[in-house]
């Protein structure tokens, strides 16, 4: 009989295709019960994932739920696989024991780029030799009632788990964590013990607060505690080795206007601790910042928790663990109170998994445990939606709601709480130079109230970063951006200009990375010969916002840029709506002039539907000098050579 080994893999960017694949896992184990670990979970965990194999009794089933970011690239998770799945030496046999499973989560703004990463790697799959096991799965983010999660609800019940069923006896499963399985334990620390571990480095110092509401004994942190629980976040494709910095906020300025609804930020932030050896970053890159909980959250969380729980709050933990792997690695020493505020998304939606295992421990109260079970059931999708996804509630949110529920001691919090999940965010600035290592950021913070009832909410990272002060430390990293080929060699006739011009496009927070390579060219351009008085003119920038006295950010700074010139899209300074597409389609000659004549680059930034509108309209404006599919052909042309580059969000 053929043996069959299945591993369940995902890549992610948000943390959907892993709650995905935690849902398929379950509802495997339910039906098939615990057996042999086969699973590394995210692709670039398992080393041996392309290892070919010889056994000829054997089928490798793979259930890959895989997440396209920006404009149809691949999340960092899988960045290693795909590069070694684009070797062009690969055996086209390499594969052939492999059938593969596949759902793709994206969404349907992209346009043509929705779900193009997943099925790209299906492509490569199929090309390798592995054969698709049952029907493509695709989840939108936009479907009512749930947006991916009831897409994905669909395809298991409708193709991947009718297709398992004849393969039941000889199928190998990941193991499941249940709650009477945790694996952590937690143990006070003694006094004596504690005297011991204070430092002159105190994560509860980095912003010269006391994070102890209730004014007991402070606990003693330091980063030693907390460095393979920082490690365990960090991007796969951060620079440095997945080093994490310290930074320490210069600057905390609103670009709007203070009557203006949208409160966005100019974050300066200096790094001290780096060498002028050290390269951070590049224009365009992007920084990874590690948020934390407030004080507030923290507080109405620690409100809500069984009173024995609340008790020990301050009081110096030590955290163990029974299993090496697959667990997440809390810091080794702290309060509960601190791992609250630096370590636990608090503030986090709980997925559907979450609410399951919650109706565990409220199995006493019918009627709430019943409630539980059917928002995470799949009939429950819609209710879930509803409840959750649209009135965004939180942790707190549920827990309060749900008052039957009996967490039986801290160290469940351990297990249920998923980790603060790091947020990236555009670099708005040049490189730094070696006199000078600083970042800034362009940051709107995200606050409102939702739809149903009318709840406050507000981003984490953008409120955490609005309401930092002068001289607070952020953790935080660097990892490449989308714009990796800036270029930047200047005429042989006149080095004071660029031989290729830029052209960038984008709206609101899009400004960011379009701010950085405009600022970087002008850092290293070289200066003018004495004698010359020619107008520069090698950058192009198409801004859309709404108000030009309201959220034109950085307007200052172009009018003070002699090579560069502005076009402007304010939607709302007049009864009829003008966005960046339309400015292209009026500046035709100019935008055809630069691609065509001066071969010049273009850059795009944004939410997801300008930018896909900007590329129908370049491909538009193309078309009306050559054929559709040259145009295409030209845009990808200058994309190999880096000249077209976008970043969506």
Not at 220 to 239: C, E, G, I, Q
Request: with cysteine; proline share 4%; charged share 25%.
């Amino acid at each position: 009989t053929t043996r069959c080994r299945c591993k369940v893999l995902w890549s992610t960017q948000s943390g959907r295709a892993k709650a995905c694949s935690r849902r398929l896992l379950r509802i495997l184990k339910e039906e098939y019960g615990n057996v042999s670990v086969e699973s590394k979970f995210m692709f670039d965990d398992d080393p041996a994932l392309l290892s070919p194999s010889d056994d000829d009794d054997e089928t490798i089933l793979w259930i890959l739920m895989v997440s396209t970011t920006g404009d149809g690239e691949h999340c960092d998770s899988i960045q290693t696989t795909w590069k070694s799945l684009l070797v062009r030496s690969l055996s086209k046999k390499l594969l052939r024991h492999v059938k593969f499973a596949l759902f793709c989560l994206g969404d349907r703004a992209y346009g043509k780029q929705f779900c193009a990463a997943g099925r790209k790697l299906g492509t490569r799959l199929v090309q390798l030799g592995a054969q698709p096991f049952c029907d493509v799965g695709y989840g939108d983010d936009g479907t009512p009632n749930g947006g991916v999660f009831c897409d994905y609800d669909i395809w298991l019940q409708k193709n991947l788990l009718p297709t398992l069923l004849p393969m039941k006896k000889m199928i190998s499963l990941p193991s499941l964590i249940l709650p009477e399985e945790n694996y952590y334990k937690i143990v006070n620390v003694e006094k004596e013990e504690i005297e011991k571990t204070i430092t002159t480095t105190n994560i509860n110092n980095d912003n010269n607060t006391n994070n102890n509401i209730r004014g007991s004994t402070p606990s003693f942190l330091n980063d030693n505690d907390y460095n393979t629980f920082f490690s365990s976040l960090a991007p796969r494709t951060a620079y440095h080795n997945q080093k994490m910095w310290k930074g320490i906020v210069e600057e905390n300025t609103r670009l709007t206007s203070e009557s203006w609804e949208q409160n966005t930020r100019h974050i300066a932030i200096r790094i001290d601790e780096t060498g002028k050896e050290t390269m951070l970053y590049h224009a365009g890159d992007i920084c990874t910042i590690l948020p934390r909980n407030s004080k507030e959250q923290v507080e109405k969380f620690v409100k809500i928790l069984p009173f024995d729980i609340q008790t020990t709050v301050d009081d110096v933990i030590e955290i163990r663990s029974s299993q090496k792997e697959q667990q997440q690695p809390w810091p080794k020493k702290c309060t509960l109170r601190d791992w609250l505020t630096y370590c636990a998304d608090i503030a986090g939606l709980p997925e559907r998994e979450d609410l399951r295992l919650l109706s565990y421990y409220c199995k006493h109260d019918k009627e709430q445990h019943e409630k539980l079970l059917s928002l995470s059931e799949t009939s429950g999708s819609a209710l879930y939606a509803d409840y959750i996804l649209r009135e965004k509630r939180c942790w707190s949110d549920v827990l309060y709601d749900f008052d039957a529920i009996r967490l039986p001691d801290a160290s469940t919090l351990l297990q249920l709480l998923p980790p603060l999940r790091p947020r990236h965010f555009s670099i708005a600035s040049s490189a730094p130079s070696t006199s000078t290592t600083k970042v800034e950021l362009c940051v709107a913070v995200v606050e409102g109230k939702t739809p149903l009832g009318e709840k406050p909410y507000e981003g984490l990272c953008s409120s955490y970063l609005a309401n930092c002060k002068r001289g607070d430390v952020v953790r935080l990293w660097f990892k490449p951006g989308s714009f990796l080929k800036l270029p930047m060699k200047t005429l042989s006739t006149n080095n004071h200009q660029y031989e290729t011009p830029i052209l960038c496009i984008g709206a609101g927070t899009g400004i960011a990375p379009l701010r950085s390579l405009i600022l970087e060219r002008e850092r290293k351009r070289p200066p003018k010969n004495g004698n010359d008085d020619n107008k520069i003119n090698d950058a192009t920038l198409i801004f859309g916002c709404r108000k030009k006295n309201t959220d034109y950010y950085y307007q200052n700074e172009w009018e003070n840029i002699a090579s560069l010139s502005v076009f402007t899209a304010f939607s709302r300074d007049q009864w009829h709506k003008v966005y960046v597409q339309q400015i292209l389609k009026q500046q035709k000659d100019m935008i055809l002039n630069h691609l065509l004549t001066k071969k010049g680059a273009i850059y795009i930034a944004g939410g997801a539907k300008m930018a896909r509108a900007v590329k129908d309209e370049l491909l538009e404006l193309l078309t009306s000098v050559s054929e559709e599919k040259e145009a295409m052909k030209f845009l990808k042309q200058l994309q190999k050579q880096g000249k077209y580059a976008v970043e969506a969000w």
